[in-house]
């Protein structure tokens, strides 16, 4: 299984990076386009830049790249803020619209900021924020129920929900549904139109490759745009921002979901980062995805036998694109593969996660990681105290 | 009167530009400081860059060089979000920490995404926005006033608040008060410690030359800090961001004020844009901003007499570093000054507004701009047909 755009991308040699799903490598474009836009556009035409450079509409046109990688229209995205500002705006903005109802529906142990953002929200609104286990989701959604957040992949086990069902369970119901889609979108298919999804944040820096902290994106359906009103209103977001009118009037469509001005460098580098599925389909991404996640899976489990036990799913079709296995000892084990290039990551108490980024990691990549972890475990380098030294971002 | 710092910005030697209120120029040194951080961070460290480069203390650490622009403690300063979102956190947070009154105080007229974020908040809590004229404002501030949320430098006039009277009123009726600093912060003096400020925010594009999008600051003094809550909490802004917890408990001090993942690309550029003061005393860059506006003042009056009025005030300690002048035909003639390079931008009905930025303008700039304005009216350049194109950026 060779990578399927490995050229795009920039990695030093001798890197095994197996942590696409925290930071996407760098696309061989982004440099060049950066240096452009600000030597030719900043630099040369300052203001004019704004109009001359089609820089006002890069949050609503970029979209155009997104759109075949979640199967959404264009009209329905938009670049903007971060994943967790987003949420905020989504979840204020069904809140809004299912007013009568006073429960968001969440699961238990969803992404720390998920819960935190829904958290914040319910304290302001009076609302309650109710996390059931994830298994028990669909059922929990009752006429309470203004909206669901759920996130798509588990961060950590990397188990997917299932979209759909959860989808014509809110509707049923009357709730509305918002998906955090930071560990799928760019790994596996996401499917916003098949599925009939309401409403979606996700993040630009993992697999869409779009640099650190790169701006996150919203989907709102487009049957939904002109009855959703985010209220975190600022002027990018309004009908006639250059009008400079007192009053508040939402744009048309998806752009009422901007609030301030977003960082043109950090949307050009996003842009860099979706450039590089241009051609490519998103199901051989997905099925790269899987071959490349149950490569590992054999290899590891061939190779370290009990030594270390699956902790995802073991169903390819059950799974995101990445895997996690327990180790007693995970963190330093962890920290002695990062020491022989391997880069995956470690979340607590016990997991080390490793993540396949189909346009660049190879079946090379997975084999050589599962060899490196056998002989980490072999030789207990777990017992070496320069492995256990803790970093603040781990 | 030289510019202080012309030498630390690339800016092309044909303009004489007179936006930097809108949009900074470009630092010489950002495009550098961005291919370092793309080649020799992102690409070889990947996500070991989070540690080794100081990337998860960027939104913070980048503050002490933003400390002696408004004379602040780097404690009490963080890089986050836009303007008007990081605005929406610090209203929210003070409508909580003085829960039991019901308005926001505002000022007719105040900058238009200050009067929607406002006003969504209170859409959203069941608040009042008043909003009173610029003179009325001390006087209304009554016991319920929860927080006065005003502009520091009006965008249209350039008239200056007298901040440490206002914040001794607000605070004498037991409100608050949060400041936009957008059109102050980088050319006049900002003295929130002296001025005994509570919150500010403020732009990072404009003055503080951080590139188009630049990220905001969030100013809380440090007496305030450990009783606000901004609701808009995230994982950023937890104690302990990686040990993912599911309950959230905010980070002592300023970090709580961040959300979700801040963009480093923008946050490394805003450094560079922060770093062309460096070494430069703020009553330097005042100064040089009064001697600046008065000059091209003083010479548009000579040289136009009464085609033009000025709509700023005329009392340079009272005004901004940007000076407006009405014209009937202000659009169109604004549009024949950009067409002979003299950069600046033109706001409803009839106002021409030129910036002056400190560290690049000098007095050659402002004379000569004064004397092309004066030509442009001699010939009655508004009735040449191609000045009316209206962009949609002005």
Known sequence: MEALARERFSIPNDVIYLDGNS??????ATPERLRALMREEWRSDLIASWNKHGWIDL????????APIVNAKPAELLIADSTSVS????LAAAARARSGRKTILTQRRNFPTDLYVAQGLCDMLGL???AVDADAVRDSIDDDVAVVSLTHVDYRSAAVHEMAAINRASRDAGALTCWDLSHSAGAIEVDLAGTECDLAVGCGYKYLNGGPGAPAFIFVAERLLETMHPPLQGWMGHAQPF???DGYQPAPGIARFLTGTPSILAIAALDCGLATFDGIAMAD?????RGL????IDAVEARCGDAVSLASPGDPAARGSHVCF???HGYAVMQALIARKVIGDFRAPDLMRFGFAPLYNDEGDVLRAAEILGEILDSRAWDDPRFHARAKVT
């Open 285 to 289: 991404v997905a099925a790269r995805s």
């Open 87 to 90: 949420l905020f705006k989504l």
């Open 243 to 245: 009008a400079f009118e």
């Open 293 to 296: 996640s149950q490569a590992f």
């Open 128 to 130: 309650t924020l109710r």
């Open 23 to 28: 930071l996407g490598a760098l696309p061989r």
């Open 59 to 66: 949050p609503m046109s970029i979209a155009a790249r997104l």
């Open 326 to 328: 327990a180790h007693p």
